[in-house]
């Protein structure tokens, strides 16, 4: 049951990225480029590792 929670958590995280990304949230566009310099990431050749990082910190907060 608790592999079945963390999977939705797992999909809800990224349905609220891809969101986040549409509506170009200021905030949002801000983190990446935190983790980008943090993670010495480029913000558009490694956005998928970027999005994959952010969407892990997401999950963490969110872990019960």
């Known amino acids: 049951m ?3 929670i963390n999977d939705r958590i797992w ?3 990224w349905e ?3 969101y986040l990304e ?4 200021r905030e949002f566009s801000e983190k ?6 943090s993670e010495d990431l480029h ?3 490694d956005r998928e590792e ?3 990082i952010i969407a892990q910190e ?4 969110r872990a019960v």
């Not at 549409?22 to 949230?25: E, I, V």
């Not at 990446?32 to 310099?37: K, Q, T």
């Open 22 to 25: 549409d509506c170009s949230d």
């Open 50 to 52: 970027i999005l994959d």
């Open 11 to 13: 999909e809800e995280i």
């Open 2 to 4: 608790s592999n079945h």
């Open 58 to 61: 997401m999950m963490d907060d």
């Open 43 to 45: 913000p558009d050749d």
């Open 32 to 37: 990446i480029i935190d983790v980008s310099l």
């Open 16 to 18: 609220e990225i891809e």
